[in-house]
Structure formats: C-alpha cells, structure tokens
C-alpha cells in the first residue's frame, strides 16, 4: 500500500528524522515519495535531503494535491498555526497525523474541518532503529482503510497499539518518554561500573546487553515482569540483595512517578492548547 502513497512532514525536528529513517531503512517507501518541510531553517531541509534522500522544501512549495497523508512534526505550540495553514489546501480524504504530544483529534478537527480524517499517533526514538512503541488513536472520520495505511507506515518503524483517546497520555508516560527512563537508568549503572574497574564501552555494553536481553524475554516468553524477576532472584543471593536496595530506595515508586508525571504533562500541553483555539 505504502509504495504508491506519498507523504509530507510540516516540520523536521528530531521525530521527524527518526520517522523517515525508519521508512528508508524499512524500503516500503522510495524518498523520492517523501517530503519534508518547516517554517524557516533550511539548513535543517538541506541536511535532511543530502542525509536521506527526501524532498526537502519550504511550505510555500509544497504540492499538496499530490500527498496522501500529512504529518505534524513540528513543536506542539505551533501546531494550531501550521493546521490552520493548511485548512483551505488539503481534501477530506487526505490524512492528517500528529505525532505530537498534547494535539488530540478534537483538537485537529477544531483547527479543520469536523469531517477531516485525523489521527494522532506516539511514536518513541526507537523509531529511528525501527524498534518503537508507538501508539495510534483514529479520529471518528477516518477510514478503515486509512487505519490501515497509518499502521503500515507506523510498522516500518516497530510495533503499533491501537488505543482509545484517553489512554494516549498514559501511553506518553510509558512509551514516548519511556526510552528516557531507561537511558537515565543505563547511565547511572554505567557509572557504578567505571568507579569499580570497568571501562567505559565495556560498561555501557555489558548494560545495554542486559537491558536488551531481560526485554527480549518478556517479549518472547510472554510472563509478566514480576515473574521473570522472582524466577531469578534466589533467596538471600546477590540479586535479591540489589533488589532490597531498589525497594529501600524507593526505585519502584521514582519509575511509577516519572510515568505519572510525562503523562500528567501531556495532559497539560492538551489544556494549554485548548484555550488558544481560534475558531475558523
């Protein structure tokens, strides 16, 4: 399906890249179909183009008439500006896609038209190595077949979860912040182990394996992780000696709180934007 549709990215930041990064390695997609833009640095589309490949060019030249979906892929507080510069271009089977957090589908539609087919979508960084969580609220417009076509371009990238609108500031917690959370965690380990002996890369790959390892098992074998850990922790051996330390030092309760407050923020982002809507 992917290899006939065309899309446009309005913005080139850093999701942007990993999102055509993962169309380009995935080869569902030629570059020569892809375009990107934003609002001034060209700098930024030169970069794009001469890393990737894709159509690189400022709004202004962009040919809508020939894009199938539309990604918003710019900072979330220009999103009612780009959505409202495009309101009067684009045609109602055309699709718009956010992938910011905090633009929900009520909010696309109050910025176009309420029979516009919009989805807003959360993917993480992992997207880049085509390893991403990401997940996908459908608009109350949008096609069965355009779901689809928003699941096989999301799939270049890793796995996609359907989700309700609701869900998707948890799911933000979870898995659009969630690769910092365990960064956070690798580098603090990484420090344990230089202190104590180990070099640098050794240290960071011994991590990066062990962190890679335990979440290939739960993909694979399908336990819960409470599971898996007390299947390896043995009564007063070393594991369960770090694992005190964890529940000691309230590790249990940082992780839960760090979740609890992106989504909280995501939340924010959605009421800060509420209240600049301008109505058409």
Known sequence: MLENKTIAFLGAGSMAESMISG???AEKMPANQIYVTNKSNADRLEEL??????NALPQSELPFEKVDLFILAMKPKGAEEALLSIKNKIKPDQVILSVLAGITTEFMQDHLNKSQQVV??????SSMIQESATGVVAGES???G?????T??????GKVFLIEEDQMDVFTGLAGSGPAYFYYLMENMERIGIENGIDEEKARK????????????????GEAPASLREKVTSPNGTTASGVEALIKFNGGEAISQAVLHAANRSKEISKELE???VTP
């Open 120 to 125: 807003r979508v959360m993917p993480n960084t």
């Open 49 to 54: 183009h001469s890393k990737y490949g894709v």
């Open 23 to 25: 169309v380009i390695t």
């Open 206 to 221: 011994i991590i990066a394996q062990t962190i890679y390892g335990a979440a290939k098992m739960v993909l694979e074998q």
């Open 275 to 277: 209240g600049t809507i």
């Open 142 to 144: 949008v096609t069965m």
């Open 152 to 157: 096989e371009l999301l799939e270049c990238m």
């Open 146 to 150: 355009n779901v689809k076509l928003v």
